[in-house]
């Protein structure tokens, strides 16, 4: 006689995510759904109150081995208060009720990640140096992925100015905020004039662009000024290029008309393949682990430095 008693249904992998803004990424959910979570839910228009109990909410309902199969996805579009929700989710956990949180806002924390992990990588691989000392100008440097990114290459020991296109005291009050937050030092500064900026460029060592799609920050013309240029780096896929000779496709290609004929651009697409990479790897981790992660900044930026390391 045989066995007809089924076995229980393995528990889908479930995703709730939250985001302070009226919609949830459509490109995250998308992330998610190809790394393997069966059930994607977002909240929207949630506030720094709601995450206690909405974690709680996520956590008490599963059991113990439901909770292995159960993550949390912060995203929105302030990289600060993003940072705070995944605090306050890492501390509304009750073990052994505990899951995975991983937070990328607007995409910046693997964004940027990509963004410092191929700057380090070039400038070891063409120059033998290290982005410690170095002098990093951001450009559109006050945004979401400008703000990481002073971040991280202030930390590793890079001399950065956060640069606003509107006003100095926006790219003063940005430094100050997170050189308090992460205790690093950035400095803000204004290239709202041809002078201003091409005073930073003329300073630079690096030429970081994080500015909205779609707006050229350095010309041609502009590009002569940077006589000390070793990368310029743009994240913007959306033409015309945000720095002008630095093409989507560029991974270490020499830029045409710049004092020092050795400089090297990377462009968007180069970027972004490493940050879709980081991106899946996090989600991964979330469900591979077997223990519950909590996924920022940090850990975004310790990911691209691998995927960085393993490229030809």
Do not use: W
């Not at 995250?28 to 839910?41: E, R, W």
């Not at 691989?125 to 410690?132: F, I, N, R, S, V």
């Not at 779609?214 to 006589?227: N, P």
């Not at 560029?250 to 020092?260: Q, R, S, T, Y």
């Amino acid at each position: 006689m045989s066995d007809t008693t089924e076995k229980p249904a393995e528990r889908p992998y479930i995703l709730h995510m939250f985001t302070a803004t009226p919609q949830m990424s459509p490109f995250d959910v998308n992330m998610a759904a190809d790394a393997g979570y069966q059930v994607i839910v977002p909240y929207c228009s949630v506030d720094q109150g709601m995450i206690a109990n909405l974690t709680q909410d996520a956590i008490f309902s599963r059991g113990p081995k439901g909770v292995s199969r159960t993550g949390i996805f912060i995203g929105g579009r302030d990289v600060m208060l993003a940072a705070d929700m995944l605090d306050t989710a890492r501390r509304a956990m009750v073990p052994p009720f505990e899951v995975s949180v991983f937070a990328d806002p607007s995409g910046s924390y693997t964004t940027a990640a990509a963004l410092v992990a191929l700057v380090e990588r070039h400038l070891s691989k063409a120059y033998g140096m290290e982005l410690g000392g170095k002098r990093v100008l951001i450009l559109g440097g006050t945004g979401a992925v400008g703000r990481v990114a002073a971040a991280m290459a202030a930390s590793l020991g890079a001399d950065v100015s956060i640069a606003s296109h509107a006003e100095q005291a926006r790219a003063v009050r940005v430094s100050d905020e997170i050189n308090q937050r992460f205790g690093i030092v950035t400095k803000g500064i204004s290239t709202a004039t041809p002078d201003q900026l091409h005073a930073a460029l003329g300073e630079a060592e690096i030429v970081l662009a994080t500015a909205i799609a779609g707006v050229q920050v350095v010309s041609a013309a502009d590009l002569a000024h940077a006589k000390h240029l070793l990368i310029a780096a743009d994240v913007n896929a959306v033409p015309p290029e945000g720095i002008a000779g630095v093409n989507v496709m560029n991974d270490g290609k020499p830029i045409e008309g710049v004092p020092n004929a050795d400089a090297i651009g990377i462009g968007a697409l180069a970027i972004g393949n490493v940050k879709y990479q980081v991106e899946h790897r996090l989600f991964m981790r979330m469900r591979a682990g077997g223990k519950p992660v909590y996924l920022g900044f940090p850990q975004a930026f310790d990911e691209a430095r691998a995927v960085a390391a393993g490229l030809e």
